[in-house]
Every structure is written in C-alpha cells, then in structure tokens.
C-alpha cells in the first residue's frame, strides 16, 4: 500500500471533515405555540441576563436549589436564581427569577420569573407571563407521563399556571392544565382538581373510585386542629391541610392538599395532588 506524504493526508482529511459538516443538517429552530393570553413562549438562542441581580440569596424551604445541569450553569452565569430543573428526555426545563423574597424561612415570593427550554447548556425557548400580567412564573414541577411540566406562579401559595411540554422533538407547546393528570406510567389517571373545593374534588374522586384512607389512630385520635370531618383527612400543617385515598385493586396512595388561607368557596381549594405508585 503507498504511503502518502503527511500534508496531503492532512488536506484529504480536511477536505472530508468539511463534506460531513456540510451534508450534516443543522439543528432546526424549535417550533412553538403559547395557548395562553396570559402568557408567552418563544424561540430564541439568546439567554438574557437578569436585570436587576439580587446581591444575596434568601433562603426559603429548597430554594435556591442546587445545581445540577449544564442549563442550570447557564442560567445562574447569567445572573438569575434557580428555582427547578428536570431533564426529559433531550431537553432539560428550568425555572429561573430575577428577585426572590423570603418569609418564615419556608416560602419564596418570585418576581420576574422564567422557564426555559434547553438543550445541552444552550436555550431552545422560553415562556415569560405577558405585560401587565398580576401573576409571575415561580416554580416548575414534572409531568414525567406528559413529557414536559407544570409551571406555577411565584406567589407564596403557589397555583398552578399553565403546562409546558416538547411534542414530536422540536414543538414546545405551552397551554392550559392538563383536565387529566396520568401517573404510574400511564397506568393511574386523576381529574384535574386544582382550584376546586375539596369538598367537590372529594365528591368527583369518589365518584372515580377512589377510596377515602382511614388514618391510623395516631392521627384520628389527634383532634387539636381536626378541621374536616372526613376520614381521609390526614393533618394541617401552618397553612396547608392534606387527604390521603387509596384504590381497591392495588397499593396507589393518592395524596391531596388543599389551600387554607383561601376562602372563596365554602372550603378551601386543592393546591397540590399526586400519586405514590405501588
């Protein structure tokens, strides 16, 4: 076999490595749609910096959060706090404010609060709430059936805003919340209740099959904050109430809690749901 002298390797191997790079497709923008008035998503490459950086941290429950990927990097290098981070699948979702404000060493109060759509350490796309909007984006939380999360507003007592996924690899959608939450794989499906009374979101379980968890005597003997007079009701905790329901056929805990300083309705609303798997 003839050798080849070492600058004509050189450029036949340049020339190859240039063929690839052209042939290779370049990564197609991110596509989006944003189904809510309220809100924005758009693309863009550019991470913006935080106006108005804090000069410290407060500290509230598990904020600032740890961070653990290179999007988080990214973000915190441009000046923001972390809020939330989870990767699914190629992408990874991060929940980032501008300003975050303490109280009672638990809950947070986030301003100028974003979520981005990351690949690697570089942004895809980013929801922002719209001008004049009375509600900022806080924290974000898994939606691991869905493909995508949940984003909450930034208030102390954190509702539920919207739900952001990645549809088909390049389509990030934000629209309202799921009427249906699945768990477990897709095996345990939930109505919606967010919002609700817990008296109706009891009634509407009820009717799905969900089965109240009678409490262990530890709990049914302790009635020095027993505001329900359910046999599910599990505790009170400062400003939050939590139930707890079962289902016959195997070992699924749904757990629920409910909003204790809102009283719009006759009793206060769910503020959380979720399901322990068997």
């Known amino acids: 076999m003839p050798a080849f002298p070492v600058p004509y390797l050189l450029k036949f191997l340049s020339a190859v490595i240039a063929v690839l790079a052209v042939s ?55 000046g923001w706090t972390i809020i939330d981070e989870f990767e699914i699948g190629a992408f990874t979702f991060v929940s980032f404010a501008g ?48 493909g995508g999360v949940r984003i909450f507003d930034g208030n102390y007592h954190a509702f539920p805003m919207a739900d952001l996924r990645v549809q088909g690899g390049n389509m990030a959608v934000l629209g309202p919340l799921a009427a249906r939450d699945s768990f477990c794989g897709g095996r345990i499906e939930v109505p919606g209740m967010y919002g609700q009374p817990i008296h109706e979101a009891r009634a509407l379980l009820l009717s799905e099959g969900w089965i109240p968890s009678e409490q262990s005597e530890e709990y049914a003997s302790d009635a020095a904050d027993r505001r329900y007079d359910f046999p599910e009701f599990l505790e009170c905790y400062e400003d939050s109430c939590s139930f707890e329901y079962a289902r016959a056929d195997d070992q699924t805990v749904l757990h629920v809690s409910t909003d204790e300083t809102r009283q719009d309705s006759v009793l206060p609303p769910v503020s959380y749901y979720g399901v322990d798997c068997e």
């Open 24 to 78: 290779q497709p370049a990564l197609a923008q991110m596509q989006v749609a944003s189904q809510r008035d309220d809100m924005e998503l758009r693309a863009t490459t550019d991470l913006p910096q935080n106006p108005t950086p804090p000069t410290s941290t407060s500290n509230c429950g598990t904020w600032p959060a740890e961070i653990e990927t290179a999007a988080g990097q990214s973000v915190a290098s441009a």
């Open 99 to 146: 300003q975050v404000t303490a109280r009672d060493g638990m809950r947070c109060l986030f301003e100028n609060g974003h979520v981005g759509i990351f690949s690697g350490a570089d942004i895809v796309a980013l929801a922002s709430t719209a001008a004049g909007s009375e509600r900022a984006i806080g924290s974000i939380e898994i939606l691991p059936d869905q």
